[in-house]
């Protein structure tokens, strides 16, 4: 028998980031090999909350007990011989899905103390594949916003560099993700928050196509354009985490019957005879110098690997932005109605009944979620819903087909997932159109429905990270992972670590 | 330039049940003004024969409808677990009616 203190002990902190700086991937063959428990694994990653939390502030609850329980159970279903996609991986999640019994407030001082009686779907399969869940993240309130500043609580930091933002909406999935702080996470992407921090935070990071995912749960924002995806250090991951959230939800009726492909098979496909898009109109003015650069360079690459590269149209983008600015806001007005002070969340009481709804909703909202509420009702009002929201609609018909023109010709479009990399606080703050226009590359996928991605292709001069996102057509996430593993293969971006962190 | 009066802001205000300080009001005129002005280019795109969408699902495509049957519901307790204010199960409101 071996006499346990004769083994002399690794440093204990060397130990630990050990196990932080592996991959989803990595760490389930640990698991299952039984070379690392879930416990150890967990209490790694809470000791990394712990560490660097304090800094990057990704972490708008750390469910530490649970967590720590979730990982013992996971660990003895394992001894009794038990498997499951994701058993005693500690993961983190968006705050804007719902999670029974853990507070889940969208980062809005509305919903303060709010604690759901349900799981959201993407949640309860994740939990029932075995995932630890280790906390809820912050992000811009609502999931209104490009840079997490947006958040009703606190800003939350780059962990490339601690000046600058993380992006947003999904801001804190990113920067925990980047720490490792989780081995992924949730995000959500209405016009590309789970892409934007993707490519500001250096990670592999999915917006699936609408339908894909099932939205129950997923507190809405933009009803048409919402939803949930992963965002990991590796694409592999992203597809580990995809494959346990797609598919048909009773439970949302826009979620899509359509049968879930084996990703992790058609990843490994390879790009030989791919054929990539290259939209014209994403490579106009503006776009920073590196950005363009790295976009390209891996564009080249694929071809190199035996990718096609051709031109194409989609000649309606200029107006993407302006069309998403007026639909999400729209949806949101009706969807924000809800946050009254009647059923749940903050109530200042006033008088009657509307005075209390409106000192209500004054005193709980921020002021990006009253100025979208305020377009939103707007564009809908009386007079005014054929100009604005009428007319958004129909140049949303056109976008639409502009894609389904341009994936006549490709199987997937290649772009940069924002015209920069990561701003720092208060750059974009003051002036909301400003703030808007780092959505200018996302928004259009959301409008047509089509599935995106980013995935890291390089660093700028200040070194911060740059994305490169890939786009395909509905239900065809399978071809964003083959492009994306390929690329990914070939290239040591997405190991690369932020010094804060090593 | 799309030019929203500060007598506007307040009227969408009041129809969005927001109370908005004179500040916010001032703010909001300002940038609201210089958003709408931006998306104002929309309006040079002909869509006399294009169809809106609400959404990119096809109809046709995608059954959503199920069973009519009870499903699964929250209990009384449960549903108004999370309200401000709440007795005997149920929510509990201000006088909607004089007497």
């Not at chain 1, 394992?78 to 996609?85: F, I, K, L, N, Q």
């Not at chain 1, 001069?461 to 070939?490: F, H, K, N, S, V």
Request: charged share 20%; proline share 5%.
């Amino acid at each position: 028998m071996t006499d346990y203190k004769t083994i002399p002990t690794p440093r204990k902190e060397a130990c630990m980031s050990a196990l932080t700086d592996l991959s989803l991937t990595e760490a389930l063959a640990k698991l299952e090999s039984r070379e690392v428990s879930s416990l150890e694994l967990t209490q790694a990653h809470l000791q990394q909350i712990e560490r660097y939390d304090p800094q990057v502030q990704a972490y708008l609850t750390v469910s530490a007990d649970l967590a720590l329980e979730q990982a013992r159970a996971a660990d003895a279903a394992r001894a009794r011989g038990e498997s499951a996609p994701l058993l005693g991986a500690p993961l983190a999640i968006k705050d804007v899905l719902s999670t029974k019994g853990i507070e889940t407030t969208c980062a809005s001082k509305i919903l303060k103390g709010y604690v759901p009686v349900f799981n959201a779907t993407a949640v309860q399969r994740l939990l029932d594949a075995g995932m630890v869940m280790l906390g809820k993240l912050n992000m811009d309130e609502f999931a209104m916003g490009s840079s997490t500043e947006n958040s009703g609580f606190f800003l939350t930091r780059n962990p490339w560099n601690l000046d600058y933002v993380p992006g947003g909406s999904s801001g804190g999935s990113g920067a925990a993700v980047a720490a490792r702080m989780a081995l992924g996470a949730l995000g959500s992407d209405t016009g590309g928050s789970i892409r934007l921090p993707g490519s500001f935070c250096n990670l592999a990071a999915l917006k699936p196509s609408y339908g894909r995912v099932s939205r129950y749960g997923l507190i809405a924002y933009g009803s048409s354009l919402d939803q949930t995806g992963p965002m990991t250090r590796t694409v592999e991951d992203c597809a580990r985490i995809l494959q346990v959230i797609a598919g048909h939800d009773p439970l949302d009726s826009t979620s899509s019957k359509a049968p879930v492909p084996n990703y992790l098979d058609a990843m490994r496909q390879g790009v030989q005879g791919l054929r990539v898009g290259l939209p014209k109109q994403y490579f106009g003015e503006g776009l920073q110098r590196e950005v363009r650069e790295a976009v390209m360079q891996a564009v080249e690459e694929l071809e190199a690997m035996g990718a096609s590269v051709q031109d194409v149209d989609l000649p309606y983008s200029d107006y993407a932005l302006a069309v998403y600015y007026i639909i999400a806001t729209s949806e949101a007005s009706a969807n924000l109605a809800r946050y009254d002070g009647i059923r749940f969340g903050l109530r200042v009481e006033k008088g009657d009944m509307i005075a209390t709804y409106k000192a209500t909703r004054g005193a709980g909202f921020g002021d990006e979620v009253k100025r979208r509420i305020m377009l939103g009702t707007y564009a809908l009002s009386a007079g005014y819903y054929d100009a604005w929201y009428g007319k958004a609609q129909a140049v949303r018909t056109l976008i639409k087909r502009d894609f389904e023109r341009a994936f006549e010709q490709v199987d997937v479009l290649a772009a940069a997932v924002s015209p920069t990399t990561a701003f720092k606080f208060g750059e974009n703050s003051a002036d909301p159109l400003q703030m808007y226009l780092a959505d200018i590359l996302t928004v259009p996928a959301n409008l047509a429905g089509v599935c995106g991605m980013s995935v890291p292709c390089g660093f700028d001069d200040a070194g911060l990270p740059i994305g490169l996102q890939l786009l395909a057509p509905p239900m065809r996430e399978d071809t964003l992972l083959r492009a994306a593993y390929a690329y990914e293969q070939a290239h040591d971006w997405h190991a690369r670590k932020p010094a804060l962190v090593s | 330039m799309h030019k929203l009066s500060l007598d506007e802001v307040r009227a969408i205000a009041d129809l969005a049940r927001l109370t908005l300080s004179e500040d916010e009001v001032a703010r909001y005129a300002a940038q609201l003004s210089q958003i709408l002005s931006y998306f104002q280019a929309l309006q040079a795109v002909d869509t006399s024969d294009v169809p809106p969408i609400a959404s990119v699902l096809l109809a046709a495509t995608e059954d959503a409808l199920r069973a009519d049957g009870a499903p699964v519901a929250l209990s009384p307790a449960e549903a108004v677990a999370n309200a401000p204010q709440a007795e005997n199960n149920q929510f509990k409101v201000s006088a909607v009616l004089d007497e």
